[in-house]
């Protein structure tokens, strides 16, 4: 069965102060590893999809990494609005995304 | 683009009752997906359809639950009857074929006294 685990479950940050979300998975077969961005009352929002062990992509001050059991969302220089909770899925067999708990991430000014 | 619509955006309903939501995939999409998020058990997968077929329904809970798409741009989630334990934010999703990513609608928040 694939699992999905996220670390840690809350993060605190002052703004500027760089950091690192955990996506740790067991699957067979990965398709594709995503990366969301869920604010309170909102859905998901996508940010990345990473397909092979040592692919990386970046968007402003976000940076995921794939690595062949886990991967890692950098937040570099954090901003007050970077606070939401961030979502990893994985895709294996078949087309369903199984979901981690999620990282709360709090950014203070 | 617009991107995928769910209404109503807040349902409160009474244990007993039948409770439809509804969802406008992303136009061109022939994947949809229904989720249900939960604090205790996250984002969960009910049911995707391809092409408006479902294909896996595995993840609905109970009987009470039913999912329909008639055509390619709306679907319903049914609930008959309603739970306490049913209160959850459903979410709708869509994807292209031939791409994984998924994109989620902004959710119906269910409460059921």
């Known amino acids: 069965e694939d699992q999905v685990t996220q670390s840690p479950e809350a993060l605190r940050l002052q703004e500027g102060e760089s950091s690192s979300l955990n996506c740790s998975y067991t699957?067979?077969?990965?398709?594709?590893l995503f990366w969301y961005r869920q604010d309170p009352g909102k859905g998901p929002e996508f940010l990345f999809t990473?397909?092979?062990a040592g692919e990386e992509k970046e968007k402003e001050r976000l940076k995921a990494t794939l690595t062949k059991k886990e991967s890692f969302l950098h937040i570099t220089a954090p901003k007050p609005e970077d606070s939401a909770t961030y979502l990893c899925?994985?895709?294996?067999?078949?087309?369903?995304?199984?979901f981690g708990g999620g990282t709360r991430v709090l950014v203070k000014p | 683009d617009a991107g995928v619509i769910q209404s109503p955006r807040h349902e409160v309903t009474e244990m007993g009752q039948e409770v439809t939501l509804r969802c406008k995939p992303i136009?061109?999409?022939?994947?949809l997906f229904w989720y249900r998020q939960t604090m205790m058990r996250g984002l969960e997968l009910l049911i995707y359809?391809?092409?408006?077929?479902?294909?896996?329904d595995s993840g609905m809970p109970e009987d009470r639950f039913s999912a329909k798409m008639p055509n390619a741009s709306f679907s319903t989630l049914k609930i008959q009857p309603s739970e306490p334990r049913d209160s959850a934010v459903y979410f709708c999703?869509?994807?292209?074929?031939?791409?994984?990513?998924?994109?989620f609608g902004p959710g119906t928040r269910l409460t059921v006294t």
């Open positions: 899925a994985v895709n294996a067999a078949g087309n369903k995304l199984t």
């Open positions: 359809f391809n092409n408006n077929v479902p294909i896996d």
């Open positions: 990473l397909y092979s």
């Open positions: 699957v067979s077969g990965l398709r594709g």
């Open positions: 999703a869509s994807r292209k074929g031939g791409a994984y990513e998924q994109y």
């Open positions: 136009s061109g999409h022939d994947y």
